[in-house]
């Protein structure tokens, strides 16, 4: 099992910065992408952003050029900086944990949520 704690999340103002911080812990070895997805309030959960164990990223076109993920292999962690925060923004952002063998998911951890509120 993988366990997925985040933290961070608060409120900002609009053009302001979060960092998120995401610590993993279990059995992480062979988690191979992390990421961060959000869910605004009567919206469906999307994804945000991922990054694999090597480094490659990928972003939503809504986020491009203002929230940038990295992480820490060996601290088991993932992080969020967002910059330039709009009130759409506004949501729950989840960590997320996969192991994808052959393009296929096979296993996927969430946490619990944190919630990120900007104001116009």
């Known amino acids: 099992q993988v366990q997925l704690v985040e933290s961070g999340g608060g409120l900002v103002q609009a053009g302001g910065s979060l960092n998120l911080s995401c610590a993993g812990s279990?059995?992480?070895?062979?988690?191979?992408?992390m990421g961060w997805y959000r869910q605004a309030p009567g919206k469906q959960r999307e994804l945000v952003t991922t990054?694999?164990?090597?480094?490659?990223?990928n972003y939503a076109d809504s986020v491009k050029g203002r929230f940038t993920v990295s992480r820490d292999n060996a601290k088991k962690r993932v992080y969020l900086q967002m910059n330039s925060l709009k009130p759409e923004d506004t949501a729950v952002y989840y960590c997320?944990?996969?192991?994808?063998?052959?393009?296929?998911?096979?296993?996927?951890?969430w946490g619990k949520g944190t919630l990120v509120t900007v104001a116009a």
């Open positions: 279990g059995f992480m070895s062979r988690i191979n992408v």
């Open positions: 990054i694999t164990n090597e480094g490659s990223t």
């Open positions: 997320n944990a996969q192991y994808i063998y052959k393009t296929f998911i096979r296993e996927t951890y």
